[in-house]
């Protein structure tokens, strides 16, 4: 399960660093499973990992294949073009940087003392 969760969540983050240009032959939302071939479907699914390894979970700040997600479940892009992940097993929101520097952001406790929980 964890081998899993490691390759989603470098899945989710990779696909937030895919260019999203339409070229011609490739698959648009128009198109149904007909209109689409083998070639078309691998050039669409392209995508490049900016942080984390394949494989492994974890919980650890760093530069990019060194840092660690524990099934990241949403992401964000932030006003400055970094992007907040909700590493939800991790109980966290992280910040990853265009230099591919991962980060914890500090999520105060509520009036109730309660820290974040499944974000």
């Known amino acids: ?55 492994q979970s974890g919980f650890t700040n760093g530069n990019g294949n060194k840092a660690r997600f524990n099934f990241p479940l949403g992401i964000w892009v932030n006003k400055d073009g970094s992007l907040l992940v909700s590493d939800m097993s991790n109980n966290a929101i ?8 991962v980060s914890t952001l500090n999520i105060p406790k509520t009036v109730d003392n309660e820290s974040l929980s499944i974000p």
């Open 1 to 55: 399960m964890k081998k899993f969760l490691s390759v989603l969540s470098i899945y989710l983050i990779g696909l937030t660093a895919c260019k999203k240009d339409i070229n011609p032959g490739q698959p648009t939302p128009e198109m149904n499973n007909k209109d689409i071939n083998s070639s078309m479907v691998s050039a669409y699914a392209s995508y490049r990992v900016i942080a984390g390894a394949s494989g």
């Open 94 to 101: 992280r910040k990853l940087t265009s230099d591919t520097i």
